[in-house]
């Protein structure tokens, strides 16, 4: 598995990251457990470093599970998780209704994003208690909001960063200027960026001052986030197949038959060159997210063992000039109905 920097920390992460917002349940239809733990160990076997995680993964019970997987194995991995989701304040900006992405066993919940201060330091003490462990590689605000100055922000987590709680400091969904503006009070190493076929943002062409761009220039990690659309992208999402209850797959526009259908003719396309390299489609899309200019890694999100190791071979796939013209080409014009 290839490894490159997370911005000038000093921390060598896989290109292949596993994602580990599914297990945390919420949103996803439930998680089994015993599955999660062996999907991380597996991913570690394969070479993937990166784990990336989140409080509001199932309110705590993602980092629960990444902690219990990796309590024994802790210095292999490189642990990433978030601040700034929080649903025990008003403070902040509304970001989301439990009800409006689906059933909660938590009750109705209201998740605010809150970068403030205050908040941080007693969202590092609980994210360290879940992780069972004592230093976070990779801390990141979750979203950005406009009530706290971002200098204040990120003098916080500087802070942590003075007292070992944290090695280094990422962002994610962030504009080039809030990134500048982080930076002004020092150094930061990624920002994460929903990235796939079908979420082109950061492509040079569509944004020439793209945050990927920003990034490249300012030594600093693109964690591409959702490379899969949610495993719309794989195979897997057939027209027939049925999501669960609580799954937001169940009701996400992207997902309808329709655009199921759609995906599996552009998949048709890919076919051939998946032959060519002797893998599964889910591969190729892996192999593709991470040969695009400015994107250091993938962040992959797996529930099994078996989806790990398939993803992790991703990472091992060089595609030519010619596949990735081919791909692109399949690409044009093609639109799923919103
Ligand atoms: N910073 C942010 O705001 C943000 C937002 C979103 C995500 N993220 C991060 O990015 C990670 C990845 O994104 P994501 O989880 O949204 O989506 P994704 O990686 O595009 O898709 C993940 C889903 O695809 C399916 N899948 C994965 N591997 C597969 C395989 N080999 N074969 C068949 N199906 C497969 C699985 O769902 P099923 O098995 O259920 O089909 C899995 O949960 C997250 O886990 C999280 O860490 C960050």
Same mark, same amino acid.
């Not at 070479?47 to 509001?56: K, Q, S, V």
């Given at each position: 598995? %290839?490894? %490159? ?47 990336? !995680? ?5 309110? /705590? ?22 601040? /700034?989701?929080? #649903? ?41 208690? %879940? &992780?069972?462990?004592? %230093? ?16 204040? !922000? ?17 962002? #994610? ?14 150094? &930061? ?38 490379? =899969?659309? &949610?495993?719309? =992208?794989?195979?897997?999402? *057939? ?26 003719? &552009? =998949?048709?396309?890919?076919?051939? +060159?998946?032959?060519?390299?002797? #893998? *599964? ?14 994107? !250091? ?6 529930? !099994?063992?078996?989806? +790990? ?30």
């Amino acid at each position: 598995m %290839r490894t %490159r920097p997370l911005g000038s920390s000093g921390i060598q992460a896989s290109v292949i990251a596993m994602g580990t917002w599914a297990i945390g349940g919420w949103m996803w239809g439930g998680s089994d457990e015993d599955d999660a733990i062996r999907a991380i160990h597996a991913a570690l076997d394969r070479g993937i470093n990166l784990f990336d !995680t989140a409080p509001i993964y199932g309110f /705590g019970h993602s980092e629960l599970l990444v902690g219990k997987a990796l309590k024994d194995r802790r210095d292999k991995a490189i642990i990433a998780t978030k601040c /700034g989701m929080v #649903c025990n304040t008003r403070a902040g900006e509304l970001k989301m209704r439990s009800t409006a992405s689906g059933p909660s066993e938590h009750g109705h919940v209201e998740v605010y994003i809150y970068n403030h201060p205050e908040s941080i330091r007693r969202e590092v003490e609980d994210s360290l208690a %879940r &992780l069972q462990t004592d %230093r976070i590689d990779l801390y990141q605000t979750h979203w950005q909001e406009g009530v706290t100055p971002i200098e204040e !922000t990120m003098g916080a987590l500087m802070r942590l960063k003075e007292q070992g709680k944290i090695r280094a400091i990422g962002v #994610c969904n962030a504009s080039v200027a809030q990134m500048q503006r982080y930076r002004s009070v020092g150094p &930061l190493d990624s920002d994460q960026e929903k990235y796939s076929m079908l979420d082109r943002k950061l492509d040079a062409e569509q944004a020439p001052q793209s945050q990927a761009q920003w990034c490249s220039k300012n030594n600093a990690a693109i964690l591409a986030y959702s490379p =899969l659309v &949610l495993g719309l =992208l794989t195979g897997a999402a *057939t027209p027939d197949r049925v999501y669960a209850e609580g799954d937001l797959r169940r009701t996400h526009k992207r997902f309808t038959v329709e655009n199921r259908t759609r995906i599996q003719a &552009l =998949l048709a396309r890919f076919q051939p +060159i998946a032959a060519r390299h002797s #893998c *599964t489609l889910g591969q190729l899309v892996i192999a593709w997210t991470i040969a695009q200019p400015g994107i !250091t890694h993938a962040l992959v999100g797996a529930r !099994t063992q078996a989806q +790990i190791a398939e993803n992790a071979k991703g990472g091992e796939i060089t595609l030519s000039q010619k596949d990735l013209h081919e791909m692109n080409e399949a690409l044009k014009g093609f639109e799923l109905v919103m």
